[in-house]
């Protein structure tokens, strides 16, 4: 039947709910479970995302509830094969079918409850079976007059006599024994007067689990009584014999004997001689000096040395914790060595005075080595090599000056000059002084300007046009088209040197070289030209 389950245990965070009411349950029985608190099903047996899984009585969600609180309202629907179903009559009678009540109804004796029958006027009464099979009619009271039980215990085919502890055995008493057998016959179970049960130990030995006797027995000496007259604190004292010493002392004669002793012995003084003391640690020892001709064996931890003198050979170790290092052994943080110092020589001088002499390095106030940037010597003649300089073509190596250079055809590479002198030619030839001019520029203008009394000659050119454009070199700004390029984007050409004296293209007298754009397209021009006296 499905019922409300009220009585359970929620913990959100384990997404847990204990059926408090069950030993166990089975899932296909749990229905819904709607956390009412926040309005959410949090359980629901149709729902594959809102199942869960059983264990005893414990149901463990699919769904997440870790974000709810333990006290929170559940309704839970469960269905209780053997749950009762209440039943509410309104006040009115309800009809039922068959047997339901009848007027005299069976009650077990086993439900009956007499602790609370009230003696003046309930009766608790039996009937005695005078008949065999149990009808008989005789009605007889269920305890005697002094209140006892009556009990009749039978033996066999007759009766028995009930008896009290520590009553004394009769002949004629009957009841019941508790007996025990010896293999053949039954015998009675005897005690003695204090009421133990006698038994009779019949082999040599007993065994006995645990341990309870054995043959030695440990003893504390401390709980042993000292005989009459022993030696304790009381008795000792005056009166010692000779033998002891007058504070005491036992004395001890160890003449040719090793002693065993236990514990700090003082010794005041030493008699001179090869006296055996065995294993002694030394706490201090004074001064040692050792003369020129003494030699000390191997000593394993020497403290502070004052002096040390007329060493001939010192080997240092070579560990990390030693001041010797091998050769090419690899360098390991925190070794041990001695650090070699350079002296601080502000104004670079000689501290030595003759040639030879140990001479210390050289520290600059920022605390750099002094070194020689200044070769002293000449290069020894032959095939040294310096650097990379051997056998390297094309190596740069920086700015050289070239003092002279030998007669003949002799190449030293890509050479950029910076100035060259005037060239003056001999009266047969047309003696010529080269310019450069740049255009760069997006609008028409001056290339080169007019001179005056002069001609414009131009001898080369490189030109460049960053779109399409028509570009005009012209006899001065309104004048005639002496050259004409035709560009498309990102086009040039290039005006080859003439051979002197010829020439591309000339100007008039006092007139400028103009460069015209066709468009408003940056051209660059680059010019080698010659002004002159005459066209």
């Known amino acids: 039947m499905k019922i409300l389950t009220t009585n359970y245990v929620f913990n959100a965070v384990a997404k847990t709910i204990t059926f408090s009411d069950y030993a166990s349950i089975l899932l296909e029985r749990v229905l819904l479970i709607t956390n009412v608190t926040d309005n959410i099903i949090i359980y629901n047996f149709a729902d594959a995302t809102k199942g869960g899984t059983v264990a005893t009585n414990v149901l463990t969600l699919t769904y997440n509830t870790t974000a709810m609180s333990d006290t929170d309202d559940l309704q839970i629907f469960y269905d209780d094969a053997d749950a009762e179903m209440p039943i509410n009559d309104g006040g009115n009678s309800i009809t039922v079918d068959g047997t339901f009540w009848q007027a005299t109804q069976p009650v077990s004796a086993t439900d009956l409850d007499i602790r609370n029958l009230a003696q003046t006027q309930d009766n608790v009464r039996i009937w005695a079976n005078t008949i065999i099979d149990g009808t008989g009619t005789n009605v007889i009271p269920l305890a005697d007059a002094a209140g006892h039980l009556q009990i009749d215990v039978l033996s066999g085919g007759g009766g028995g006599t009930l008896v009290v502890d520590d009553e004394l055995v009769n002949a004629a008493d009957t009841g019941l024994l508790i007996l025990g057998t010896d293999g053949t016959n039954y015998q009675i179970l005897a005690v003695d007067a204090s009421g133990n049960l006698q038994v009779d130990i019949l082999n040599a030995s007993l065994a006995v689990t645990g341990t309870f006797w054995q043959a030695t027995q440990p003893i504390s000496a401390a709980s042993l009584p000292l005989p009459t007259g022993a030696a304790t604190s009381a008795l000792q004292g005056g009166g010692l014999p000779a033998a002891l010493g007058a504070g005491g002392g036992l004395k001890v004669d160890g003449s040719g004997t090793a002693l065993p002793v236990s514990g700090t012995v003082t010794v005041g003084s030493i008699t001179a001689g090869d006296?055996?003391?065995?294993?002694?640690?030394?706490?201090?020892?004074?001064?040692?000096?050792?003369?020129?001709?003494?030699?000390?064996?191997?000593?394993?931890?020497?403290?502070?040395?004052?002096?040390?003198?007329?060493?001939?050979?010192?080997?240092?170790?070579?560990?990390?914790?030693?001041?010797?290092?091998?050769?090419?052994?690899?360098?390991?943080?925190?070794?041990?060595?001695?650090?070699?110092?350079?002296?601080?020589?502000?104004?670079?001088?000689?501290?030595?005075?003759?040639?030879?002499?140990?001479?210390?390095?050289?520290?600059?106030?920022?605390?750099?080595?002094?070194?020689?940037?200044?070769?002293?010597?000449?290069?020894?003649?032959?095939?040294?090599?310096?650097?990379?300089?051997?056998?390297?073509?094309?190596?740069?190596?920086?700015?050289?000056?070239?003092?002279?250079?030998?007669?003949?055809?002799?190449?030293?590479?890509?050479?950029?000059?910076?100035?060259?002198?005037?060239?003056?030619?001999?009266?047969?030839?047309?003696?010529?002084?080269?310019?450069?001019?740049?255009?760069?520029?997006?609008?028409?203008?001056?290339?080169?300007?007019?001179?005056?009394?002069?001609?414009?000659?131009?001898?080369?050119?490189?030109?460049?046009?960053?779109?399409?454009?028509?570009?005009?070199?012209?006899?001065?700004?309104?004048?005639?088209?002496?050259?004409?390029?035709?560009?498309?984007?990102?086009?040039?050409?290039?005006?080859?040197?003439?051979?002197?004296?010829?020439?591309?293209?000339?100007?008039?007298?006092?007139?400028?070289?103009?460069?015209?754009?066709?468009?408003?397209?940056?051209?660059?021009?680059?010019?080698?030209?010659?002004?002159?006296?005459?066209?």
């Open 275 to 535: 006296n055996n003391i065995g294993n002694v640690d030394v706490v201090t020892l004074p001064a040692i000096t050792i003369a020129a001709a003494q030699t000390l064996a191997t000593v394993t931890t020497v403290g502070t040395v004052t002096t040390l003198t007329g060493t001939t050979t010192l080997t240092p170790g070579t560990a990390a914790a030693n001041l010797g290092k091998a050769e090419d052994v690899a360098h390991a943080s925190g070794d041990v060595g001695v650090a070699v110092w350079g002296v601080r020589d502000d104004t670079l001088g000689i501290f030595s005075g003759t040639e030879g002499d140990y001479e210390p390095f050289h520290m600059t106030a920022a605390g750099r080595l002094y070194t020689s940037a200044t070769i002293d010597a000449a290069l020894p003649a032959g095939t040294n090599a310096i650097g990379k300089l051997a056998a390297n073509n094309g190596v740069d190596i920086g700015d050289v000056d070239v003092k002279s250079i030998a007669a003949g055809d002799t190449n030293i590479g890509n050479v950029d000059v910076v100035t060259l002198p005037t060239i003056t030619q001999s009266t047969k030839h047309d003696a010529k002084i080269y310019k450069t001019a740049v255009f760069d520029a997006s609008a028409s203008g001056n290339l080169v300007a007019a001179v005056a009394g002069k001609v414009i000659k131009l001898h080369a050119s490189t030109i460049q046009a960053q779109n399409t454009v028509v570009v005009n070199l012209n006899n001065g700004a309104a004048g005639a088209s002496l050259m004409e390029w035709s560009f498309q984007a990102r086009e040039g050409a290039v005006i080859p040197m003439a051979n002197a004296p010829a020439y591309w293209a000339v100007t008039s007298v006092n007139t400028a070289l103009y460069v015209t754009l066709s468009a408003a397209v940056v051209v660059t021009i680059t010019a080698i030209y010659s002004d002159d006296d005459t066209s």
